[in-house]
């Protein structure tokens, strides 16, 4: 069992900088995938980046490739997103998620990121 904790979110102008922060509590982080996703008003929740348990290889959605970096620091059992160039379309409730396979077991309950244009 793996509990997530999200935070950092908040109110941003665009083309402002976030960094989100997800701690984990439980076994094993450091052998975890781990990702972010976000749910924007009316619409159903998307991919927005992952990283492997070792660091390498993230990879992102494309509406966010170059803007939003995804790291971890498994000592600190704590996997990041630092979000960049914020726009409008980015406003959403961001979720991180853990999984040992290709898809998530554990969700945190989310952190709110507005940007206003």
Request: hydrophobic share 35%; with cysteine.
């Amino acid at each position: 069992q793996v509990q997530l904790v999200e935070s950092g979110g908040g109110l941003v102008q665009a083309g402002g900088s976030l960094r989100l922060s997800c701690a984990a509590a439980g076994r094993s982080f450091s052998r975890y995938r781990m990702w972010w996703f976000r749910q924007a008003p009316g619409k159903e929740r998307e991919f927005v980046a992952a990283i492997s348990w070792s660091g390498e290889s993230p990879y992102y959605a494309d509406s966010v490739k170059g803007r939003f970096t995804i790291s971890r620091d498994n000592a600190k059992n704590t996997v990041y997103l630092q979000m960049n160039s914020l726009k409008a379309e980015d406003t959403a409730v961001y979720y991180c998620a853990s999984g040992l396979m290709g898809s998530p077991d554990y969700w945190g309950q989310g952190t709110q990121v507005i940007v206003s244009s």
